[in-house]
Nanobody, 125 residues
Framework: QVPLVESGGGLVQTGGSLRLSCAAS????????MAWFRQAPGKEREYVAA????????VYADFVKGRFTISGDNAKNTVYLQMNSLKPEDTAVYYC??????????????????WGQGTQVTVSA
């Protein structure tokens, strides 16, 4: 098991910034792919970004490139999602996910074995 705890969501105006955090425990952090997904009301969950905790490789969804940055702190077993230039369409519940590095698959397409409880991000117009 890899318990994941997200924090950092909230209400922000258009153009503002938020930083989400996801703390992992249990399994060696460096053996994980850590990802962020989001789900807006009435929409399917969608991939946002992921990072390989071992080598730092990142993969972003096209709609967040240049605005969001995923990063990790292996000493703290924590992954972050820095979100800048937020838009109302970024409003969603953001979920942290983790997958063992050993598993194969492109980061956006993995099933991810472990999920956090989600944190709400609301961007007002």
């Amino acid at each position: 098991q890899v318990p994941l705890v997200e924090s950092g969501g909230g209400l922000v105006q258009t153009g503002g910034s938020l930083r989400l955090s996801c703390a992992a425990s249990g399994r060696t952090f460096r053996r994980l792919i850590m990802a962020w997904f989001r789900q807006a009301p009435g929409k399917e969950r969608e991939y946002v970004a992921a990072i390989n905790s071992n080598d730092g490789r990142t993969v972003y969804a096209d709609f967040v490139k240049g605005r969001f940055t995923i990063s990790g702190d292996n000493a703290k077993n924590t992954v972050y999602l820095q979100m800048n230039s937020l838009k109302p369409e970024d409003t969603a519940v953001y979920y942290c996910a983790a997958d063992p590095l050993d598993y194969s698959g492109r980061y956006p397409n993995r099933k991810y074995d472990y999920w956090g409880q989600g944190t709400q991000v609301t961007v007002s117009a």
